[in-house]
């Protein structure tokens, strides 16, 4: 449904239309600033983005939440000079994370993962560097890049010291934590479940299984492109990246890459979880029908005594006997307690 909404509302539209396509995340949308240098910082939120450029000083962060505003997302994007094809693919938050490059200014778009009660909740984050300003572009103003206001706002590490781009490093490094923090909540549910699918194997721990292995191969998925993207801006030397950050980049596009083997080996893992539990589920329907096929191969025998002293002839002999009735019944119980321990005997039933 989610592809088929994506195509419906781009079928027939021309290159650049702007359509919002995802799930609506907030009321209304805003538009936060943050300019900050070695000796300051200043935040505030505007309705017009056109405040940004004209009282821009030092490095300036323009951080827009609310997609599902178009109105909102073209006029940032006017007053930066961005092409309407870059606000279409921030617009549509199915879109493949990448990079970018255009004559003044890089678009990096990713994707995040939010861990929540119902697994990892995942967002599009579009990010553009344009000099002295980096945007981002959230479906809703969660706290992914808190850590960051925080760290500009404390003045720790670098970050006030340094350049626009060391923000966009900084703003990708927290995408790609969240899916550390993600796949460490998948596998936290991942060891409860292994303790389920051995003790008691139900329609609930399958449901679980599956809706974790989407998990992962969303997480997987958005890993992918990125690792492409991690390496354009780690070995692109381009021309808004200071030579100095590549130590940086190129950590994040390990990360990725260690993100990537994580979500192998949890599909691996639970893979192989949906197999034990197919093997129990399995094991458990033989044992029922092993107990179903020993009762009627019991009663069986008992089922032909009956049947031979049912036929009703005149000339049966034990039916006018008075020991007929008893004796019939000792032979029914008599065969089936043979049975039951010839089953004994063979290990088929308790043995003990």
């Not at 993962?113 to 984050?125: L, M, R, S, Y």
């Amino acid at each position: 449904m989610r592809f088929a909404k994506r195509r419906q509302a781009h079928t027939g539209a021309p290159p650049g239309t702007l359509v919002h396509v995802g799930s609506r995340r907030v009321e209304r949308a805003r538009v936060r600033v943050v300019s900050y240098g070695p000796e300051f910082v200043e935040e505030r939120e505007v309705a017009d983005p056109a405040d940004c450029i004209a009282n821009a000083r030092g490095v300036t962060w323009v951080a827009v939440s609310g997609l599902h505003e178009v109105d909102a997302v073209r006029t940032v994007g006017e007053c930066f000079g961005l092409h309407p094809l870059v606000l279409e693919d921030v617009l549509d938050t199915g879109q493949r994370p990448k990079v970018e490059i255009f004559e003044d200014y890089i678009v990096c778009i990713a994707r995040s993962f939010e861990p929540d009660e119902d697994g990892a909740t995942p967002q599009q984050v579009s990010l553009v560097l344009k000099p002295p300003f980096v945007l981002s572009f959230e479906e809703s103003a969660g706290s992914l890049f808190n850590p960051i206001r925080g760290r500009i706002e404390s003045g720790l590490g670098r970050i006030r010291a340094s350049g626009p781009d060391y923000l966009l490093y900084a703003l990708l490094d927290s995408v790609v934590d969240s899916w550390f923090t993600s796949l460490d909540h998948i596998t936290e549910q991942t060891e409860e479940l292994e303790q389920a699918v051995v003790s008691e194997p139900n329609g609930e721990t399958l449901r679980l299984i599956h809706h974790l292995r989407s998990e992962v191969a969303d997480i997987r998925r958005a890993a992918g492109p990125m690792r492409e993207a991690a390496g354009l801006l780690w070995r692109g030397e381009l021309e808004f990246i200071n030579p100095d950050l590549e130590l940086y980049l190129r950590d994040v596009y390990d990360h990725v890459i260690h993100v990537e083997e994580l979500t192998e080996d949890l599909r691996d893992i639970l893979m192989g979880m949906l197999d034990i539990y197919l093997s129990g589920i399995s094991n458990r329907m033989n044992e029922i029908m092993k107990v179903l096929t020993m009762i009627a191969t019991i009663f069986i025998p008992a089922t032909f005594v009956a049947g031979v002293y049912g036929m009703n002839f005149d000339y049966m002999p034990e039916l006018r006997q008075p020991w007929g009735y008893p004796v019939a019944l000792g032979i029914m119980l008599a065969i089936g307690v043979g049975m039951l321990l010839y089953f004994r005997r063979k290990g088929w039933i308790w043995s003990g």
